[in-house]
């Protein structure tokens, strides 16, 4: 029997004689592949083409004495139909410092294979964001905690999976924005209001507050880990999330 193709080639695999046999007592479920085979999902056999596209984040810890390089390189499954999807395919990491090299080497390897096993794939982030150093994290500039190099791995994971679209920002309500806009200029004017009469300080705690886009008083917040949380009126706010507790 003889089948035309007439779609793109995306992937193919050899039918061995043992995996032709339970074919026909699995009718069903061929069926059911067959009803569905346009549609090309990430699995193990999907074949790595020649070219794919990716991006190079760059990482510079307090813990290391070389930037990080973290490559993500991406797969197009069913281009130019509605079911087109760019997916992680796999990941390298590299660096002028190689004294980790192995525990790099083991950990993208290893990233890359689930990548490749398709699925969802998303929770690699939150295993890696949870990762604690135990000699310590460290602050980067924007005031966002990171407890390990592996957790800021898992944060450039992040940023590309929000780039290509499998993880999306729960996006803030307009009446969450207005509050934390509102709380902030009261922050700000209670601030501005205590540090007025010697205004060159007053000047440069502004210069500050634009670095950091959080005042340089705020603590840490526990829910997105940003250094953001005001104390008002008896309230901690996060002028990040949102986050507000009381007493
Ligand atoms: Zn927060």
Redesign the pocket.
């Known amino acids: 029997m003889s089948t035309k193709i007439d779609k793109k080639i995306t992937g193919y695999q050899v039918v061995k004689a043992e995996d032709a046999k339970p074919a026909p007592a699995a009718t069903a479920p061929v069926e059911e592949a067959k009803s569905g085979a346009e549609v090309i999902q990430m699995h193990e056999s999907v074949e790595r083409p020649d070219t794919l596209i990716g991006n190079t984040y760059k990482i510079k810890s307090p813990l290391f004495e070389h930037a990080l390089y973290v490559t993500v390189n991406d797969i197009v499954l069913n281009e130019g139909t509605a079911h087109e999807q760019r997916r992680p395919f796999e990941i390298f990491i590299n660096s002028k410092n190689m004294d980790h090299f192995q525990w790099i080497v083991a950990l993208t390897r290893i990233m890359s294979a689930v990548f490749r096993k398709g699925g969802d794939v998303t929770f690699l982030v939150e295993e890696m964001k949870a990762v604690f150093d135990p000699r310590g994290g460290y602050f980067k500039a924007g005031g966002v905690y990171m407890p390990s190099i592996v957790a800021e791995i898992g944060a450039a994971l992040e940023q590309h999976m929000k780039m290509i679209g499998l993880i999306h920002d729960p996006e803030l309500s307009e009446s969450q924005k207005a509050l934390i806009a509102e709380k902030r200029a009261a922050y700000e004017a209670q601030a501005a209001g205590t540090t007025a009469p010697a205004s060159s300080e007053a000047a440069a705690d502004n210069a500050e507050t634009e670095a950091s886009p959080f005042p340089a008083s705020a603590s840490m917040?526990?829910?997105?880990?940003?250094k953001?949380?005001v104390l008002m009126d008896g309230c901690q706010t996060?002028l990040?999330?949102?986050?507000s507790k009381c007493g």
């Open positions: 917040c526990n829910k997105c880990n940003t953001a949380l996060c990040n999330c949102g986050y």
